[in-house]
């Protein structure tokens, strides 16, 4: 069975500073998607960043980045230049069997970040 | 362009009551998915919708039962309400279910339902 494994309950940071959000991952099929999202105390889940398990460069979107290592099954999320409104929950997440066409994610138990000034 | 909305906000409901969720998706999409977020957890998969069927189930009892409508909005229905029900329920939605691609989940802001 498929499980997300995230070590981190809570980080500090900075402002301006970089942080990696540590997460591995555990799947006995070829083919997965990995996702990151942010939820503020809002409770909303913020899609941030998709990496998939063919794909050879690691993914970027803006201050995020995601450190993909296949055979240390990690898919680590680095925010760079750190800012108050950084400050939320941040989850991975897996989808497995992306050629079934189903959608379902699992999810890790979160971490949660706080940027000082 | 709305995103995902959910109804209500917040529900209070009793022990053994029945309670109705409500989830419309942005605009496009025609996948659903419902999720349940304990305090301090990660979401759990409940069931996902498509073409108003069923198409998969997370491990979750019969007391949690769905629907998916023409307009590909949905409920969520669950019976007999105990007290470990008490979450957030979170709803997201993406444009398909096709194999070989991975849809991006856009969610909804959630409704927490609080069982006493």
């Known amino acids: 069975a498929q499980k997300i494994t995230q070590t981190q309950p809570g980080m500090f940071v900075q402002e301006k500073e970089a942080v990696t959000l540590d997460c591995t991952y555990d799947?006995?099929?070829?083919?997965?998607?990995l996702f990151w999202y942010k939820q503020p105390s809002s409770g909303e889940m913020i899609f941030l960043i998709y990496?998939?398990?063919?794909?050879?460069q690691n993914a970027t979107e803006g201050r995020y980045s995601l450190n993909f290592q296949k055979a240390r099954k990690s898919a680590n999320l680095v925010i760079s230049a750190s800012q108050l409104g950084d400050s939320a929950m941040y989850f991975c997440?897996?989808?497995?069997?992306?050629?079934?066409?189903?959608?379902?994610?699992?999810f890790g138990t979160g971490t949660r970040l706080l940027v000082s000034p | 362009d709305a995103g995902v909305t959910q109804s209500p906000t917040h529900l209070i409901k009793t022990r053994g009551q029945q309670v109705t969720l409500r989830c419309s998706p942005k605009?496009?999409?025609?996948?659903v998915s419902w999720y349940q977020q304990a305090l301090g957890q990660g979401p759990q998969f409940i069931f996902q919708?498509?073409?108003?069927?069923?198409?998969q189930r997370g491990n979750f009892p019969d007391r949690f039962s769905g629907h998916q409508f023409p307009n590909y909005s949905s409920e969520l229905n669950v019976n007999a309400l105990l007290l470990g029900d008490s979450a957030l329920y979170l709803c997201?939605?993406?444009?398909?279910?096709?194999?070989?691609?991975?849809?991006?989940?856009?969610f909804g802001p959630g409704t927490r339902l609080t069982v006493t």
């Open positions: 997201a939605s993406s444009q398909g279910t096709h194999a070989g691609v991975s849809y991006e989940q856009y």
């Open positions: 799947t006995s099929d070829q083919s997965y998607g």
């Open positions: 990496q998939g398990s063919y794909d050879e």
């Open positions: 997440a897996m989808r497995e069997g992306v050629n079934t066409g189903f959608q379902k994610l699992v």
């Open positions: 605009s496009g999409h025609d996948t």
């Open positions: 919708y498509y073409e108003e069927e069923e198409r």
